[in-house]
């Protein structure tokens, strides 16, 4: 079945520092896939999505790549802010699999000053 | 345009009680979706509505869970009898039509419940 794997948190940055969570993902089909946000206190909210291979999402300063030779989806951002500070999930969506989100566990980002 | 509307908030019960929890998708949207989040995991889909029709419940415990979404529009989950194991986050998500792969979903705030 559809699966999606991201690093384990929590993850502490200081302000303005590089940021990378790695997401990899194992699917039947082609899926489409998505950055899910967060933050305390507040529900799931889409950051960014790609729908096909070699395809960039980007929202916000983020950005992921579509990698279908790694199956990987890994979300970046140059210089993060502690407003950054939260849980991000990385998710597949794949026909096959009815078009349901599958959910990684979610990486925490804490950014420090 | 008025998000996703989730009741109650907070539950807490003792095990073995009934519960149930309500949506109200954002307005139009055809596909609503109820997801189980415990701590420290990523959501899990437990069933899907197409209008007033399931597409997939094949994640949802039949024995205690059920859910329903008459008139295709509001949707309420049960869970009878509740067991330890089922306190989480139930997460309910619309989208304006879910047989579009990349048809973004919308999440409510979650109903967080702790059973004693």
């Known amino acids: 079945g559809d699966s999606v794997t991201q690093m384990e948190g929590p993850v502490t940055l200081s302000e303005e520092a590089f940021l990378t969570i790695n997401c990899t993902y194992t699917a039947t089909g082609y899926p489409s896939l998505f950055w899910y946000v967060q933050y305390p206190g507040e529900g799931l909210q889409l950051l960014l999505k790609?729908?096909?291979?070699?395809d960039k999402g980007s929202n916000k300063g983020f950005e992921a790549t579509y990698r279908k030779e790694t199956t990987s989806f890994h979300l970046e951002k140059g210089s993060v802010q502690v407003s950054d500070s939260a849980v991000y999930f990385c998710a597949l969506s794949d026909r096959e699999g009815g078009n349901k989100l599958t959910f990684g566990t979610g990486t925490q980002l804490k950014v420090e000053l | 345009e008025a998000g996703v509307a989730q009741s109650p908030r907070y539950k807490i019960i003792e095990k073995r009680q009934s519960v149930a929890f309500w949506c109200n998708p954002i307005?139009?949207?055809?596909?609503l979706y109820w997801y189980q989040q415990i701590l420290g995991q990523g959501p899990k889909l437990l069933i899907q509505f197409q209008n007033n029709g399931v597409v997939d419940d094949s994640q949802l415990p039949k024995d205690r869970f059920s859910a329903e979404r008459l008139k295709g529009v509001d949707s309420t989950l049960k869970i009878q009898p509740a067991k330890l194991e089922d306190s989480a986050v139930y997460l309910c998500?619309?989208?304006?039509?879910?047989?579009?792969?990349?048809?973004?979903?919308?999440f409510g705030p979650g109903t967080r419940l702790t059973v004693l």
């Open positions: 790609a729908t096909k291979a070699d």
């Open positions: 998500a619309s989208s304006l039509d879910g047989l579009y792969i990349s048809n973004e979903q919308f």
């Open positions: 307005s139009g949207h055809a596909t």
